[in-house]
């Protein structure tokens, strides 16, 4: 019989052998002991969907931190998919970054997600006395502690500090130059974004694997959120619709609907897969999923 290929050990390398597009989900540390239980139940509820890689956000201060280890630990300690750790300068020496680096690396997390990260609270971006000024640095240095395969967040839309999807573009690409081995884009919500920032890349003969960050939604409170998140503000069209719906259950179903379009439109494009950010849910990516089955 012939040896089967081994199993990828890397995003990098998963991409590369992929048939189709790949899938994965990100969650962020609990804040408290009692978030604990929201966090497991929904990565236990999205496993059955075999994913091909997941991630832990990287939080901001100390505790928060600790709670990001400890959960991408256990994650990938449970013999479960492939488990990436998130990563930023923010607060932190380069001895700090470095032990973090080792606490991944004690049980098997060679896959990083390189942020520079934002400040505790807002406000102006503070470099660490003797820490890291950005995400290009970082990668720079994950790079030099070991052999990890690093990825570095894109913008669709512009990032809302500068307004310079040019300027994106260049430092995406310094990111690469320095290491980087694919991306994942920040949230946003029209396919044509995706695009332009793809044919941007390649212009400048960067062919870095972008993967499109995904989160459907589905309160209208969320609106307001989501832009910040998005760095600009949600389509007209798409506030519009909400807005114009009678009931809770009217706009949730219209925002799984727009995120099953976006996903179609984003795959249909050429995405090499999609990241959902689920928020520590699991629900609306489940559904989400389940609509475009036979897409990934």
Not at 84 to 99: D, W
């Amino acid at each position: 019989m012939p040896t089967p290929p081994p199993t990828p050990g890397s995003v990098r390398e998963l991409l590369d052998a992929a048939t189709g597009p790949l899938f994965s989900f990100e969650f962020f540390p609990p804040r408290t002991d009692d978030e604990e239980p929201v966090l497991w139940a929904a990565v236990e509820a999205l496993a059955p969907l075999d994913p091909d890689f997941v991630s832990v956000t990287y939080g901001a201060t100390g505790s928060r931190r600790d709670r990001t280890i400890h959960a991408t630990r256990r994650i990938a300690s449970s013999g479960g998919p492939l488990t990436v750790g998130h990563l930023t300068c923010v607060a932190q020496s380069k001895a700090e970054i470095a032990e973090a680096l080792a606490a991944y690396r004690d049980v098997g997390v060679t896959n990083i997600l390189a942020i520079r990260g934002d400040m505790p609270g807002g406000g102006d971006w503070v470099r660490h006395p003797d820490g890291l000024a950005n995400a290009t640095e970082l990668v720079s240095f994950i790079k030099e502690q070991g052999d990890f395969c690093v990825g570095v967040a894109a913008f669709a839309n512009p990032h809302e500090t500068t307004l310079d999807p040019e300027l994106d573009a260049q430092i995406l690409a310094a990111k690469v130059e320095a290491g980087a081995e694919f991306a994942i884009t920040q949230l946003f919500f029209e396919a044509e974004r995706y695009a332009e920032l793809v044919a941007r890349m390649r212009a400048m003969d960067c062919e870095v694997p972008i993967i499109p960050g995904i989160m459907p939604l589905t309160v209208i409170t969320q609106i307001e959120r989501f832009a910040a998140l998005s760095g600009c503000p949600l389509p007209e069209r798409f506030v519009g619709e909400l807005r114009a719906l009678g009931s809770k259950e009217e706009v949730r179903a219209h925002g799984l609907a727009e995120a099953v379009r976006l996903c179609r439109e984003l795959l249909d494009a050429g995405a090499p897969g999609l990241q959902f950010f689920t928020q520590n849910r699991s629900k609306a990516t489940r559904e989400v999923l389940a609509a475009l089955k036979g897409r990934v």
